[in-house]
């Protein structure tokens, strides 16, 4: 279901404030709803942990940013729903439906590995100390099974590895199983590099953006230059790919052209337009966060810019995806225009960008 408008929105965008009203909308007394029809929650569609995974990992940074009381109270939802889903064993379920029953078969999926960025982002700025030691149990029982994990999982679990060596420095299994994953990206992009494809797989498919990040993440953590210098190579390179203009010398002329997901970007052949999704503007925008801190390099924050304004219209067809009077994000950007459902993962990206760029309003009282 898509919308056009007519003229396409080229001026500079002033930055929407970080709202969590439509996350609040889809929500109830179990969890974050997966999609919407239009701003209104499909309860048939039920609930994903990995939504709401992204949703503790959102109401943390904006609750350490905000102190909104609102924030919290959406974290202990989403994250006791975590919690509920998490087995004993280590793997968790995600598929939920609206009885709160589990479905029994699950497709493949990176459930576990947001579960442990969400757990890890807690752990290294939790609203109040007894958040650490629920977390840290739940994040320790996991642990075992993050290199057993598909790429994209266990990268997503190197961000939560990250966190986790910033909150327990001294905790030496954790370091290496973080130095393990990354072997393993680093392996992943020496049997795929080639002159012309400088990356992990021999395709870009969704949210890419998470191997870069990962190796920045592993490499300020380990102190690891070796990992470092791929991170930078493959984040040029998905740069590259991924942004119109010249993100080398000129980051503020052009837009983000994502990779759609109609058929993907195959090694050797041409790069699918549509439909862009926004989990792969927020990955961008994340990376290119963790890039600068690595590198101090400015221009990834110019980058960065830009990769949250195509939320704001700064995208192939001009249109904005996020909506300034629902506080919501349409959940593609499509041949045809955007797509009008607002649901949760497009809104969820929407704001994991935005509190990217956000400095917030810090307090001096604050613990």
Known sequence: MAQRREQKTTRKKTLPEPSLIHLKRLTDDTGLFQHAKFTIMLRQEGYATDDNARAVIVTTRHYHLYRNPEALRLLDRYLAFLIYAHKNDGTV????????????????????????WAYGALLKMPPSAIYVPVVKERFDISAPLIEKQPPRAMAHSMLGLSDYLTRFPQAEDMRQRLRRSADTLVHLYEENNRPDWVWFEEFLTYDNAIFPHALFMAAMTLNEDKYLSIAQKTC??????????????KPGAGH??????RGWFWQGKKKAQFDQQPVEAAGTAMMLTAAYQATGNKNFLKLRRKAFEWFLGENDLGIPLYDRVTKGCSDGLGKGGVNANQGAESTLSYLLARLALAKGRKRKNRK
């Not at 740069?239 to 010398?249: D, I, V």
């Not at 983000?256 to 997901?261: H, N, P, R, Y």
């Open 236 to 249: 040029e390179f998905l740069l590259a790919s991924t942004y119109n203009g010249n993100p080398t010398t």
């Open 256 to 261: 983000f052209s994502f990779v759609g997901c």
């Open 93 to 116: 379920r995600n598929f939920m439906l609206f009885d709160r029953s589990w479905k029994r078969t699950e497709p493949d999926n990176d459930a576990l590995g947001r579960v442990l």
